[in-house]
């Protein structure tokens, strides 16, 4: 590593350890600083959790910088925002926030203390705020005209480009702070890394010769693997035979699942507790602390575990349910192995697991959902089974294209499932199979018979069941028509067909209260049934016994 050093290196050393308590920098972090010190634009690429905020909030509180004075900070996310404010008085750092929302009274004291003699090491602003309030743009002019701007932050720098999902009006408007304010310093952040968007950042936001820090999202220690969920011994003997007494994560989604299965992992003889949001303060507390300090190995959590816990040794994360997005999936197992060591990330998988996801998604608690982002969401979750049922292209690279960066698969050194498999996988060509489970599926159909997925699978695989010969389906046509095929092919091939809208489980309702899902003929089933389109599977064939 490079030595730490220039005009500014021990100021910045000696509050990293004073005011924020940590013994060294991330990557790049001390460099950003440096750079920000030194008065030039910086952009900074980090993944979330990489550790952004440091790199605007230490060179805040430093005085030996080339521009002195605030540091305002422009961010979209009010709950973050609102945190970081908190967390930076708990560190006796001065930092006021001011939005659309901030009472009257408060705003009028802020803007007071900004033109008086106490002004705040760090102002946090939404851009909304800032283009609609001339008392916000005058309250900077003064403090530009009085060189007591030390610099603008933009936080989720993303946010500007307009093709993006996270897109805001209001950021379009901050390209006026180059014209307004030029000789104030501007930092931009972001956690997404596609060359595309860097570029509008930097175009619209008019940085100039910008110190530029990307670094790869690649995390080269852990290793991915997805591997179907079976029961909970499986875990259980996976983590007691690789990971006996090590600290990791569940992640689940749902109190009662969390609870449920730190419960079950405990009769197991694991040392394992749970969290969620719904537990009362003192409690999660607690847990956090016993987890933090090895009194606890295994937290089963949902992903309100997360925010500020840093722990290095990490040595598994597991996903026991379906992540709902890919960047989260990213995030949550980017807790492990923090210290560079190796580390499991797990995720078990069940395309079962889909369905609850999509109800969750389709029937949201909050009335002024909109459609787009229902559709925003269902689209991120599928991305996510995708990502699962892609067993030939390594996982880095399907990781990593997420977030827009291209990865050579060579650098994962088989440190993934599907790189580890290279070889084991055959890709078959199941256009014909595809069709026959379509002709099965159009015939129940015409029928006017309603069938669930399973039911659906085992007449396709011949299965001699029950419910299959009660209701006369041994007799059908196409009974057993998958019979050569393996259990494991067929059901990746309905999971491939659903994933692609050619089937889809639709609730039918019935009499009784339960609304049971039936497989039907999806908009796209004509692309198979008629347009002869080519079907693929990349699959691991079963070993002959
Ligand atoms: P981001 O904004 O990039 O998502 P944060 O700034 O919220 O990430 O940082 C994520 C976590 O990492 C926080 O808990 C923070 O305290 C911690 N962190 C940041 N920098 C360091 C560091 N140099 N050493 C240890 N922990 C750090
Ligand atoms: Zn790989």
Same mark, same amino acid.
């Given at each position: 590593?490079?030595?730490?050093? #220039?005009?500014?290196?021990? @100021?910045?050393?000696?509050? =990293?350890?004073?005011?924020?308590?940590?013994?060294?920098?991330?990557?790049?972090?001390?460099?950003?600083?440096?750079?920000?010190?030194?008065?030039?634009?910086?952009?900074?690429?980090?993944?979330?959790?990489?550790?952004?905020?440091?790199?605007?909030?230490?060179?805040?509180?430093?005085? %030996? %910088?080339?521009?002195? %004075?605030?540091?305002?900070?422009?961010?979209?996310?009010?709950?973050?925002?609102?945190?970081?404010?908190?967390?930076?008085?708990? /560190?006796?750092?001065?930092?006021?926030?001011?939005?659309?929302?901030?009472?009257?009274?408060?705003?009028?004291?802020?803007?007071?203390?900004?033109?008086?003699?106490?002004?705040?090491? =760090?102002?946090?602003?939404?851009?909304?705020?800032?283009?609609?309030?001339?008392?916000?743009?005058?309250?900077?002019?003064?403090?530009?005209?009085?060189? @007591?701007?030390?610099?603008?932050?933009?936080?989720?720098?993303?946010?500007?480009?307009?093709? &993006?999902?996270?897109?805001?009006?209001?950021?379009?408007?901050?390209?006026?702070?180059?014209?307004?304010?030029?000789?104030?310093?501007? *930092?931009?952040?972001?956690?997404?890394?596609?060359?595309?968007?860097?570029?509008?950042?930097?175009?619209?936001?008019?940085?100039?010769?910008?110190?530029?820090?990307?670094?790869?999202?690649?995390?080269?220690?852990?290793?991915?693997?997805?591997?179907?969920? &079976? $029961?909970?011994?499986?875990?259980?003997?996976?983590?007691? #035979?690789?990971?006996?007494?090590?600290? #990791?994560?569940?992640?689940?989604?749902?109190?009662?699942?969390?609870?449920?299965?730190?419960?079950?992992?405990?009769?197991?003889?694991?040392?394992?507790?749970?969290?969620?949001? /719904? *537990?009362?303060?003192?409690?999660?507390?607690?847990?956090?602390?016993?987890?933090?300090?090895?009194?606890?190995?295994?937290?089963?959590?949902?992903?309100?575990?997360?925010?500020?816990?840093?722990?290095?040794?990490?040595?598994?994360?597991?996903?026991?349910?379906?992540?709902?997005? *890919?960047?989260?999936?990213?995030?949550?197992?980017?807790?492990?192995?923090?210290?560079?060591?190796?580390?499991?990330?797990?995720?078990?998988?069940?395309?079962? !697991?889909?369905?609850?996801?999509?109800?969750?998604?389709?029937?949201?608690?909050?009335?002024?959902?909109?459609?787009? $982002?229902?559709?925003?969401?269902?689209?991120?979750?599928?991305?996510?089974?995708?990502?699962?049922?892609?067993?030939?292209?390594?996982?880095?690279?399907?990781?990593?294209?997420?977030?827009?960066?291209?990865?050579?698969?060579?650098?994962?050194?088989?440190?993934?499932?599907?790189?580890?498999?290279? &070889?084991?996988?055959?890709?078959?060509?199941?256009?014909?199979?595809?069709? $026959?489970?379509?002709?099965?599926?159009?015939?129940? @159909?015409?029928?006017?018979?309603?069938?669930?997925?399973?039911?659906?699978?085992?007449?396709?695989? %011949?299965?001699?069941?029950?419910?299959?010969?009660?209701?006369?389906?041994?007799?059908?046509?196409?009974?057993?028509? &998958?019979?050569?095929?393996?259990?494991?092919?067929?059901?990746?091939?309905?999971?491939?067909?659903?994933?692609?809208?050619?089937?889809?489980?639709?609730?039918?309702?019935?009499?009784?209260?339960?609304?049971?899902?039936? =497989? /039907?003929? #999806?908009?796209?089933?004509? !692309?198979?049934?008629?347009?002869?389109?080519?079907?693929?599977?990349?699959?691991?064939?079963?070993?002959? /016994?």
């Amino acid at each position: 590593p490079v030595a730490l050093t #220039g005009p500014y290196a021990s @100021e910045i050393f000696s509050n =990293l350890k004073r005011v924020f308590r940590l013994d060294s920098f991330r990557r790049n972090q001390f460099e950003a600083i440096d750079a920000t010190m030194a008065g030039r634009d910086v952009f900074v690429l980090m993944p979330t959790g990489g550790g952004k905020s440091l790199c605007y909030q230490l060179p805040a509180v430093c005085r %030996g %910088g080339k521009t002195k %004075g605030v540091t305002v900070v422009v961010s979209p996310l009010l709950a973050l925002m609102h945190d970081q404010v908190n967390r930076l008085l708990e /560190k006796d750092i001065d930092a006021v926030l001011l939005t659309s929302s901030t009472a009257e009274e408060e705003s009028r004291n802020i803007t007071a203390r900004m033109y008086g003699n106490s002004k705040p090491t =760090l102002l946090y602003i939404t851009p909304e705020r800032l283009k609609i309030s001339s008392n916000l743009k005058n309250m900077l002019a003064n403090l530009y005209r009085r060189r @007591e701007l030390a610099r603008f932050v933009i936080d989720e720098a993303h946010c500007i480009a307009t093709w &993006g999902q996270d897109f805001r009006e209001a950021y379009q408007d901050l390209h006026t702070l180059r014209d307004d304010f030029p000789d104030v310093p501007i *930092m931009a952040l972001t956690a997404t890394a596609d060359q595309k968007t860097m570029d509008d950042i930097l175009g619209r936001l008019k940085l100039r010769n910008p110190a530029i820090f990307k670094q790869s999202f690649n995390r080269p220690n852990l290793n991915y693997r997805v591997v179907p969920k &079976g $029961s909970v011994d499986e875990m259980v003997s996976f983590i007691k #035979g690789t990971h006996q007494d090590k600290t #990791g994560v569940i992640y689940r989604t749902g109190r009662d699942n969390c609870e449920k299965l730190a419960k079950k992992l405990r009769e197991k003889g694991l040392n394992a507790k749970h969290f969620h949001a /719904k *537990m009362d303060n003192v409690d999660k507390e607690t847990a956090l602390a016993q987890w933090q300090s090895g009194e606890c190995h295994i937290m089963v959590a949902t992903i309100a575990f997360g925010m500020g816990i840093d722990k290095a040794d990490v040595r598994f994360v597991i996903h026991y349910d379906l992540p709902k997005t *890919m960047s989260g999936y990213y995030q949550e197992t980017g807790r492990a192995g923090r210290d560079d060591l190796p580390a499991d990330c797990v995720l078990y998988y069940s395309y079962k !697991d889909l369905r609850p996801i999509l109800s969750m998604i389709r029937d949201p608690k909050d009335p002024n959902t909109t459609r787009e $982002s229902i559709e925003r969401q269902e689209q991120a979750v599928r991305a996510v089974v995708q990502y699962c049922e892609n067993e030939s292209v390594c996982r880095r690279i399907q990781i990593l294209q997420h977030f827009g960066e291209k990865f050579d698969k060579k650098d994962c050194h088989g440190l993934c499932n599907n790189c580890a498999n290279e &070889g084991l996988f055959v890709t078959q060509d199941v256009t014909k199979e595809a069709k $026959s489970v379509l002709a099965l599926v159009q015939s129940l @159909e015409r029928g006017r018979e309603n069938v669930t997925l399973d039911h659906c699978r085992n007449i396709y695989k %011949g299965a001699n069941t029950a419910q299959v010969r009660d209701k006369g389906h041994n007799n059908h046509p196409a009974y057993g028509a &998958g019979k050569d095929l393996s259990k494991e092919l067929v059901e990746l091939l309905f999971n491939r067909l659903l994933y692609l809208d050619v089937l889809v489980e639709r609730s039918i309702q019935t009499n009784s209260k339960w609304h049971q899902q039936y =497989l /039907k003929l #999806g908009p796209c089933a004509d !692309d198979f049934l008629t347009g002869n389109k080519p079907l693929q599977l990349s699959h691991r064939p079963k070993t002959p /016994k």
